[in-house]
T-cell receptor, first 114, second 113 residues
Framework: EAGVVQSPRYKIIEKKQPVAFWCNPI?????LYWYLQNLGQGPELLIR????????DSQLPKDRFSAERLKGVDSTLKIQPAELGDSAVYLC????????????FGPGTRLTVL | KNQVEQSPQSLIILEGKNCTLQ??????????LRWYKQDTGRGPVSLTI?????NTKSNGRYTATLDADTKQSSLHITASQLSDSASYIC????????????FGDGTTLTVKP
């Protein structure tokens, strides 16, 4: 079984530029999560999808961050414009309907904003 | 406010030794507690999941304990190996919704030969 796939693995951009991250969850997993992880800290939830519906986006900075999961499978997280403080690892995770508490994480995208 | 605190922040041990990592939480209503291992540059990988009724769960050389009364959990690693060097993250979920999970900041374990 393939795990959660994320791309790119690394991204370096200059501030004020846009950036997008892509996630492909485990096949059949209806719940998808985007987390932000700063160095030496635990992941912080940005947004959670149940199928194509964003059911929790309370921690997503909506002035610059946006996300979509149009067909309830792949998801894209976008930042526009990026700021220096956005440098972090962006993790995607997924879980199935019958094992909702067992989250499987992707390898993450490490973003560096210069 | 739901919180998860882990200690120590970092730990260095010699290969073959045992160690215990601590997790204290103030999450309510409690649903489950999970321990994850996160290797450098990788995403977290689940080690154990415990519900309210479970007070111990093992996964190979990893044994997690849960005291729901004192709201404490520990992760014991037996006969450590170099590959155990990683960050160990405690996660507590509230209610029945995994999205309402509170993550600790992790303990960074370094195993030296």
């Amino acid at each position: 079984e393939a795990g959660v796939v994320q791309s790119p693995r690394y991204k370096i951009i200059e501030k004020k530029q846009p950036v997008a991250f892509w996630c492909n969850p485990i096949s059949g997993h209806n719940t998808l999560y985007w987390y932000l992880q700063n160095l030496g800290q635990g992941p912080e939830l940005l947004i959670r999808y149940e199928n194509e519906e964003a059911v929790d986006d309370s921690q997503l900075p909506k002035d610059r961050f946006s996300a979509e999961r149009l067909k309830g499978v792949d998801s894209t997280l976008k930042i526009q414009p990026a700021e220096l403080g956005d440098s972090a690892v962006y993790l995607c995770a997924s879980s199935s309907r019958d094992r909702v508490n067992e989250q499987f994480f992707g390898p993450g995208t490490r973003l560096t904003v210069l | 406010k739901n919180q998860v605190e882990q200690s120590p922040q970092s730990l260095i041990i010699l290969e073959g030794k045992n160690c215990t990592l601590q997790c204290n939480y103030t999450v309510s209503p409690f649903s489950n507690l999970r321990w994850y291992k996160q290797d450098t540059g990788r995403g977290p990988v689940s080690l154990t999941i415990m519900t309210f009724s479970e007070n111990t769960k093992s996964n190979g050389r990893y044994t997690a304990t849960l005291d729901a009364d004192t709201k404490q959990s520990s992760l014991h690693i037996t006969a450590s190996q170099l590959s155990d060097s990683a960050s160990y993250i405690c996660v507590v979920s509230a209610g029945t919704n995994a999205g309402k999970s509170t993550f600790g900041d992790g303990t960074t374990l370094t195993v030296k030969p």
